[in-house]
């Protein structure tokens, strides 16, 4: 079945450095992909998405590139704020036997982001 | 609109104890999710259901129960509750399709003493 396999934190950066949290995928054909993010004490939103190969999702300054020839859809900014610390998760649907996810999807493990002023 | 509500916010309970978790949405969503998060485990699926009328066990179903109320309300229940279950409870509806969005509650922060 389908899988991903996410960077490990935590995360600990700066106010405006470079942020890349990995994420590799596993994976029958080309399913879509997602970040999604968790800021403190709150439920996970969609922080971007790419529905087929090729594509880049972005929001809030954040990228992310589908790579069918790495099976990566690693996240990036290019300048990070305090306000983006949260945890971040990678994920993509999950299929049955018979090809229907009914919209379930499968998650990473979820990467903390500490930025300090 | 409100999109994803749960109930409630905070719990205690006692081993051995029973409650319901309540979610409802407002988006006319034919699919929703119960998650449990744990520290260092990422979010694990309980149980999910498809449509109205519908409902499977996800990844980790033991010790939980179900019940589509209706398109809006997805309720899980603990009817013994145990120490194990200690964690904070996610309700996600969507669409249904591989490509759309899931939009989650704000969660339910559930400790069995």
Known sequence: ?117 | NAGVTQTPKFQVLKTGQSMTLQCAQDMNHNSMYWYRQDPGMGLRLIYYSASEGTTDKGEVPNGYNVSRLNKREFSLRLESAAPSQTSVYFCASTSGWSTDTQYFGPGTRLTVL
């Open chain 1, 1 to 117: 079945g389908n899988s991903v396999t996410q960077m490990e934190g935590p995360v600990t950066l700066s106010e405006e450095a470079f942020l890349t949290i990995n994420c590799t995928y596993t994976a029958t054909g080309y399913p879509s992909l997602f970040w999604y993010v968790q800021y403190p004490g709150e439920g996970l939103q969609l922080l971007l998405k790419a529905t087929k190969a090729d594509d880049k999702g972005s929001n809030k300054g954040f990228e992310a590139t589908y790579r069918k020839e790495t099976t990566s859809f690693h996240l990036e900014k290019g300048s990070v704020q305090v306000s983006d610390s949260a945890v971040y998760f990678c994920a993509l649907p999950t299929f049955n036997a018979g090809g229907t996810s009914y919209g379930k999807l499968t998650f990473g493990q979820g990467t903390i982001l500490t930025v300090h002023p």
